[in-house]
């Protein structure tokens, strides 16, 4: 793990002070635990997953939105990002890549972020689960290997969920900068308690899909962009749909607010529901493409159906 961030993310980074947890949802909760009390506001982007509002609520803290660009080459505001920050804000809560839009952030946007952090003395947390699953020429960035700065001011939550399907065996990782921040983290994660803990099994999993997957990965990753643009293509070519391509996450989200609800077409997608992803959501659904193209093919093939029955 520490190797991985090492080698791969740029990070350098001590084995010390990296908690295994059961699940990158855990790792968000319990990084809010440790930096979250009554009151305290932290910023959360929209739309995003809705684990982190869920996780700053559930510490009685306030998630302050922050409106991104549904397009995926959208620059993030770092001027609305500067006046969303109070005397109350704790913590910058960044997920690159960016679920459910798909956005890559640039080293440019990481690091105008990472320098408010520190500006403001806040804690970054960055979610990476999504960090393997990045498209060409789009590269990822670490916000934590900008500067050496902005990493003592970041904890890394990552899980296996995405890159590796291992969402069954419940397992992440949280990653502290150092020592005072990895002792503040650990104690609000009640792992002491027993109460939570990473299954062993789950551990000796990642441990070989990180040293012995990367070729799989390589494939998956493939697989994935020429499914990417199957889906971007054939749901754009249906009127009332708008879609970006995605630059890294296997989703995508398109606009549908032309068009009937989907009931008819038997196809699961996840509704852009304020709830799941803020109420930049509305008017869009979430669709996985991380599946054969002949599965592919016949969830749009019924959507479009639907669609064009109208
Ligand atoms: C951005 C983000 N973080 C965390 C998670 C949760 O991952 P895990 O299955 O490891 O709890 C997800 C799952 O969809 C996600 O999209």
């Not at 972020?113 to 060409?136: P, Q, R, Y």
Request: charged share 20%; glycine share 6%.
């Amino acid at each position: 793990m520490a190797r991985f961030h090492t080698n791969k993310r740029h990070v350098a980074t001590n084995p010390d002070f990296i908690i295994a947890v059961d699940s990158a949802a855990y790792g968000i909760l319990m990084t809010c635990k440790a930096f979250i009390s009554k009151g305290d506001e932290a910023i959360v982007l929209n739309p995003v997953d809705f684990l982190f509002k869920y996780s700053v609520e559930s510490c009685q803290g306030t998630a302050v939105p922050l409106s991104v660009p549904l397009a995926p080459d959208g620059m993030i505001n770092i001027e609305a990002l500067e006046n969303a920050i109070t005397a109350k804000t704790k913590l910058i809560c960044l997920c690159n890549p960016l679920n459910p839009t798909g956005k890559v952030f640039t080293k440019f946007e990481l690091e105008q972020i990472g320098n408010l952090a520190i500006k403001h003395n806040l804690i970054i947390l960055s979610d990476e689960i999504w960090s393997d699953i990045v498209f060409g020429p789009h590269a990822y960035t670490s916000i934590a290997s900008v500067s050496d700065a902005i990493k003592q001011q970041t904890i890394i939550v990552t899980g296996y969920s995405k890159s590796y399907g291992l969402a069954g065996l419940r397992v992440g990782s949280v990653i502290a900068p150092n020592e005072k921040l990895y002792q503040q983290v650990l104690l609000a994660s009640d792992h002491h308690s027993t109460t939570h803990g990473c299954n062993v099994l789950a551990q000796v999993a990642v441990k070989s899909a990180l040293d012995d997957c990367e070729d799989w990965l390589h494939s998956f990753v493939n697989h994935l962009k020429n499914m990417r643009d199957i889906c971007v293509d054939d749901l754009n070519k249906i009127v009332g749909i708008t879609c970006h391509s995605p630059q890294g996450c296997y989703l995508v989200f398109p606009d549908i607010t032309d068009t009937l609800l989907l009931e008819k077409a038997k196809v699961a997608v996840v509704p852009g529901l304020g709830k799941w992803f803020g109420d930049r959501a509305a008017g869009h659904i979430r669709l996985s493409f991380a599946t054969s193209e002949e599965i592919l093919k016949e969830g749009l093939d019924r959507i479009t159906k639907v669609l064009n029955e109208r």
